[in-house]
Structure formats: C-alpha cells, structure tokens
C-alpha cells in the first residue's frame, strides 16, 4: 500500500510511539523509510543556554540531530526494514521554520505517508507551547498519520524516538 515513509524524530519521548507505528507500516510493506530529523539552533539554543558560539552550537545540534537519526534507523533495521534513508533538514529560526523545512522535503521526495508523533497537549500548556503537529496537520498535503503518546509529558520514559 505504502512505498515510502517519513518520519520526522525530534528525539523526544513523543517521537518513540511514532517512531515504532512508522518502522512497523514500513516493514510490513516493505516500503523505503525516510527517518528525518530537523536542526533548530533556536530551539537547541534555549537548551543549552552555556553555549554562546554559534558554530559550536550548530555542530552540537546537528551532532545530536545525527544521534537521533542513528538510534531510529539502527531501531528499524533490528525490526527488519531494510530500505533505509536518513536526513538531517536544518531551521535556524526553529518554529514554523522546521515545518515548513519539513513540508519542502517531502513535496520533493517520493513520499506517501507522513509519521509524525504528537504530545497531545491542551489547555494552556497548548496555547504556550504550540503544537509541532498541528502546524503540520495544517501543511500537509499527503496522508497523515499522528500517533499521540499515551506517556505523560512530566515522566518520559527513556529510548527511541
């Protein structure tokens, strides 16, 4: 049914739940799976506030971008997906930027199905935060599928994702 999937990890708990519904729609249809991972210097900024060199910045936040990437595909691989590519998109500006990095990438790729994982938030922590997802939702113009973590944001479990 699918031939190509992507996945966009942030490398939060909440990419885990996607990251595992993803690699089992690939493996099933023996479809290619894109693993994707967007930089956000911004937001790896407010992260790691120490860090003042903005080249420095950048290479850690594209070191732990690859960190991600790696984890997810060396998942994939052990679960039997064997078509594997990787990609590490970059959006200084973090934000609607890494949608919209996201939503160029796969208008230019063969891609039929997008994975993405969601936090589900509502309420204020909604209104503060945002939603990643739903910006997406908005964007996309291919099927879409949004695996909602069952986790509570406050207790993340280690692994994938």
Known sequence: MYHSLTIALDGSHNARPALIEAVRIAAINQATLSLLHVVSLHDFAIESIGLLDSEALQAQAAEQGQ?????????????????????????????????????????????????IGTHGRRGWRHLLMGSFAEEVMRQCTLPLLIVRNPEDDDNPQPGIG
């Open 67 to 115: 960190h991600i990437l790696d984890e997810a595909a060396a998942y994939a691989r052990q679960m039997g997906v064997t078509q594997l590519e990787t990609h590490l998109l970059q959006a200084p500006e973090g934000g609607s930027a890494m949608s919209h990095a996201l939503m160029v990438h796969i208008q230019q790729t063969a891609c039929d199905l997008l994975v």
